[in-house]
């Protein structure tokens, strides 16, 4: 399309795209079936050929919420294709009512070619929606995936559709198709499993007539309200996530498409994520999720292990690598545990959910995992409680002077609060939105230059929290933080990374923000920042504001408050009550209960991935910041590990948290840094 045509495009109104998407799926949902004849001679070829247009264009279409309608419209007109051939007219499209896949795929040459790709290409970008209110919009990206993913099985029943989708195998848009398929697995299935776990919980207690009696009439409502809400939501989350599952059943049939899955990155995120699955079901939690009636939440766990497992064979029968492939990720994943394999294997072979063939391909599975495992996992002992002389008993009730740490601290750090360096664009999670140069006297610009100022001297930099900033030095609008977690929070001293992107709208709108530090997007490290980056924040319009005060302010809001914010309101001792639903029990034993309960894990989580991580693998863009944190706070980051290892009484948590420990301390212990070294590549303020 040329660049008079895409001028003209762009001043058509997001709203002109959404009310053509809402009249289409209206008349295929509502009108058709009360007058089936209601479309009869009306061209619908005109309008699949724009949809197509609209999605495989991204620069042409409004944003992803308008995209999702589209794909809702297409998707309604083949709902019942294979059941009720009323809707279905004999000459097709253009005289007849269009419900039939292959009407459309005949009748449009572009669904049939580029359909596929632009809807791998909008299940990608349904992630980042710029200027998002959620106090206004109803938009859900996980259902808008889910239906999404509906369109593509429906294409790849037919071999020429299925053909263009395979083409894109290998792509960097393919790559990040299949990521967020497990984005999107990951949200669904974990946050389903944690409702059930509270459903569980409300059974239990009311099971103890004793017990129940002990609360009062308000507080038992309280929870009556709380477990319906925690039914719906949790059978809702069960049934999408499986729809998920079953979609990537489907595609992982292809061994062109489960050859991406032994290749990294992708091999490290698929076996982090099924290991995820596997210890969910059957691990130390499993019965933690054994709801009375099962059924009534679609939740069937022999049937997901049996899909689970056969996905994994698929990748594994595919997996040529020795080095770096998927099974060599499997194991090497701090979360692989051999039983639960053997657990799901033999929860298959007992129930007869295989054939003999995939019987003889389990046996042949579970015998290459043990030679891998004992290769590189040899069993190496780790200090325990009851050793004399482990290094946790030297640094446990370590004496260290807060005083002179926060001097040394400050005098070393707060030059490095920001700076400006170059090719932080290049892996920055928001690389897809860069589109065009950034004109000098654009209000974005200007709006920028200002905030900078306020950001070389004012972001917080203390032994106890800081944050760091790093602006591409070739690019104005993208930047990367470095926010610290506050002591005192099962976050401390870690280091959280996050990347920033200023949309063409800013400051109208709020800059978009994401969470890089999620362990290969599989740690949710809080109900407000999740496994896929997702930041909820009512400053950047992705959580509920009480008021007008919480929400973006042009001209008033920063993205110094947004750091701020994530810091003090996300960040903080209890995050459990940031969960919907849990403001109730906050100050309550079992509100302690859950917070401890919750802030074992972030614990684990927190040294694997914000320290340990990071010790291993500096982010980019802050490699000498976070050099310098730790080997500043060597021996309050120590005694935080010894401290939380004591105080966790969870057993697998535990086993978990002392191998995590041991590796920093071996990590830091062995970490030199010179405090007068020059930052790489950094720009001198006064060329801000």
Known sequence: MHQAQKEALSGVPEFCVKDMAQWFSFLAYTVLRVQPNAAKGITLTPFVDCCVMLLERTDLMPGPVPASMIVSALLSFMKDSDKDTRFSGRSGWGSGIMSDLAAMVHTCPSAQTKLGPALLRTYVNVDVVEGLDVDKDTFDKFNSRVQIGQLVQKLWSRSDCRASILDQCGTELFQKFLDSILDTLLYMFHDSLSRLANVKKVETLKANEAEWKKLSKKEQAEKDRFFRNEEHVGSGFMRQAKKTLKFLTLITQSDKVVRCFTCQPLATRAASTMNGFLDSLCGAKAKSFKVKDMAKYDFNPAELLHTIVSIILRITQEDTSRTDGYLVSMVKDPDFELTNMEKAQSVIVSKGMAGDDDNDKLNQLMEQLRQLS????????????????????????????????????????????????????????????????????????KALMKEIKQLTTSLPVSAGASIFVRQDKDRLDVMRALVTGPTGTPYSLGCFCFDIYFPASYPNVPPLVKIITTGNGTVRFNPNLYADGKVCLSLLGTWHAGDASEKWTPGQSSIYQVLVSIQSMILTPDPVFNEPGYESIKGTQEGE????????????????????????????????????????????????????????????????????????????????????????????????
């Open 374 to 445: 004992a290769e590189h996992n040899p069993q190496q002992p780790t200090s325990g409680d009851d050793d004399e002389g482990n290094w946790r008993d030297a640094f446990m009730d370590l004496d260290i002077d807060e005083g002179q740490l926060e001097k040394q601290y400050v005098d070393v750090m707060q030059d490095q609060r920001f700076n400006m360096v170059s090719h932080i664009q290049d892996m920055h999670c928001f690389h897809g939105n860069l589109q065009g140069g950034l004109d000098p006297r654009s209000p974005k610009i």
């Open 593 to 688: 209960t859950q917070s401890r309960q919750y802030n074992w894990k972030l614990h684990l989580q927190t040294l694997r991935h914000a320290v340990l991580g990071q010790l291993k693998k500096p982010a980019t863009g802050f490699e000498r910041v976070i050099r310098h944190h730790f080997a500043l706070q060597r021996e309050a980051v120590l005694k935080q590990c010894a401290q939380w290892v004591k105080g966790c009484e969870d057993p697998d948590i535990l086993r978990r948290l002392r191998q995590a420990a041991d590796a920093i301390f071996e990590e830091i212990m062995c970490l030199e840094v010179d405090f007068n070294e020059e930052e790489e590549d950094s720009e001198d303020e006064e060329e801000v």
